[in-house]
């Protein structure tokens, strides 16, 4: 490379970070999707996130203990868990399962709840993560005075990214611990804030695979993400697929980025 000249993924300030992200919904393929997340460490990847996108798949089920497999097979990955929330669950478990999460996997959580109505279980799993006495009445959960154990690793807590558009960010809070996912298919009106950011990036095998990078640059200018999310098989490709776009994509980007 020339003098002067700077590879667009690198830029002229930090490298950008990338990771990959996968669907954990398909009982036939979770085997082989969790082996490909799995190796995304040892391909450079920076965070392996997963993805429950079944009405009960929030937390409790699949796509925590997803989460806590990656969690026990990688080393120093982010590990990423996209979820709605599951209407059975009290947040107050919630938030034990989540801690419980980010000690296991050394202070390496990411959390991306997702659904219509956040604000109050955002409120409880917060709190409770704080580890101190409080109660709370509210209009879907009242409980009395009482400590909820234990508490995440990471302080104030992990990193809690809220789909944007669909979702308000909490008044009063320290930006460096909350951020936005950004789809860039839905989220055209984006307006840059002092939040963090994750980036989807979609691939699939139609793509001109050359162009991945410029893609990846233009979306870096566009969105100042402080992630980009590779998610291989998004639009319905078979888990073979995914897994070729996967290492494609790590050959094609990754490279530049040691």
Known sequence: M???????????????????????????????????????????YEAVWVSGTAPNGGAAGRSLFAAAHLAEQTQQVRIGLSAPLDSGLHPLRLAEDLAVLDIVSNGR?????????????LEIVTTAWKGKR???SGPHFEFPELVCLPVPEQRPH?????????????????????GWVIDPLLS?????????????????????????????????????????LAWPGAENDSESVAGRLQDKFAEVCLGVLR
């Open 2 to 44: 020339c003098d002067g000249l700077v590879h667009p993924l690198k830029g002229r300030g930090a490298i950008l970070k990338l990771g990959v992200i996968g669907s954990v919904g398909v009982e036939e393929d979770r085997r082989e999707t969790l082996s490909r997340l799995t190796r995304a460490e040892a391909q450079g």
């Open 134 to 136: 409080f109660s709370h």
């Open 109 to 121: 959580l990411d959390w991306a709840p997702t659904g219509p109505d956040l604000s109050e279980t």
């Open 158 to 178: 992990p990193p809690i990214w809220l789909d944007w558009g669909s979702a308000q960010a909490p008044i009063d809070v320290d930006p460096r611990s909350w």
């Open 188 to 228: 055209e009106a984006f307006q840059a804030d002092l939040f963090r950011r994750v980036l989807i990036y979609r691939i699939q095998a139609s793509d001109d695979q050359g162009r991945w990078s410029d893609d990846v640059s233009r979306l870096k200018e566009r969105y100042a993400p402080d992630l980009v």
